[in-house]
């Protein structure tokens, strides 16, 4: 004799329908928080890796080329041309910011296309040369890929950065602090930086990050102005 199909009585389908869902969300969870883990610890480490090794990599270069280095300029200081052009990805600087830290320093590559962001910061293409006329403008992240710029906003006037390249080292300091922009005023990176604390030539850097700290709706401008520089061999 043929049984008869019966319906799974409803509180068996509860139950199932209940532990699929919970097993959905428990998957979910476990892959954000996988996910988190990612980019709050991982990029983080990936991107300290890299900048070191990109920091030794030019280092070594500095090293090997120190004799035809030697600054020209009868003061002993480092001479700079003004425009810039470097290898893209490639680094050519290191960037020091005391009041992130005694120690803190990070290389600067050519370009702020991802790529270059995820082993340091990034140099804006066309912008000038450390210790150049006209503005050296350079970009990183304010967090994830190491949060080399985390804390830009507790830059202030009279701060200090130092940039060192083959020939020198170039002290800019801090004359306004950091503004809050639209990721379209792209005139901050000028010659002449647009809404600057400076209306006309001279020698300028700018530091450029995200806003807010986890976001990417604006962006914080630090401008400092050239105010040093002595030969690479100084130390």
């Not at 979910?28 to 990612?38: D, E, H, P, R, S």
């Not at 030697?70 to 009041?99: D, I, M, T």
């Not at 990417?216 to 102005?225: G, M």
Request: proline share 10%; hydrophobic share 35%; charged share 20%.
């Amino acid at each position: 004799m043929r049984s008869r199909w019966s319906p799974p009585r409803p509180d068996v389908v509860l139950r199932l329908v209940v532990r699929t869902f919970s097993e959905v969300c428990l998957t979910a969870g476990t892959l954000i928080v996988l996910f988190t883990a990612y980019v709050l610890l991982w990029t983080g480490v990936k991107a300290d890796r890299a900048a070191a090794a990109e920091r030794d990599r030019l280092r070594d270069r500095w090293a090997a080329s120190a004799p035809a280095a030697a600054p020209a300029a009868p003061s002993g200081a480092a001479q700079a041309p003004a425009q810039a052009s470097y290898e893209p990805g490639r680094a050519f600087a290191e960037l020091y910011v005391p009041r992130f830290g005694k120690d803190w320093s990070r290389p600067v590559l050519e370009g702020t296309d991802p790529e270059p962001l995820k082993k340091g910061l990034g140099h804006y293409t066309g912008s000038a040369r450390p210790g150049g006329d006209g503005n050296f403008a350079v970009a990183g992240h304010r967090r994830t890929y190491g949060d080399p710029f985390k804390d830009i906003p507790e830059l202030r006037p009279g701060d200090t950065v130092t940039v060192r390249d083959a020939t020198g080292w170039y002290t800019y300091t801090v004359r306004a602090a950091p503004l809050r922009i639209l990721p379209t005023e792209t005139g901050v990176v000028a010659p002449v930086p647009r809404r600057s604390p400076f209306a006309t030539p001279g020698k300028y850097l700018t530091l450029t990050t995200c806003d807010p700290e986890w976001g990417h709706s604006h962006r914080l401008v630090v401008w400092a102005e050239l105010t040093g520089t002595r030969p690479a061999g100084s130390g």
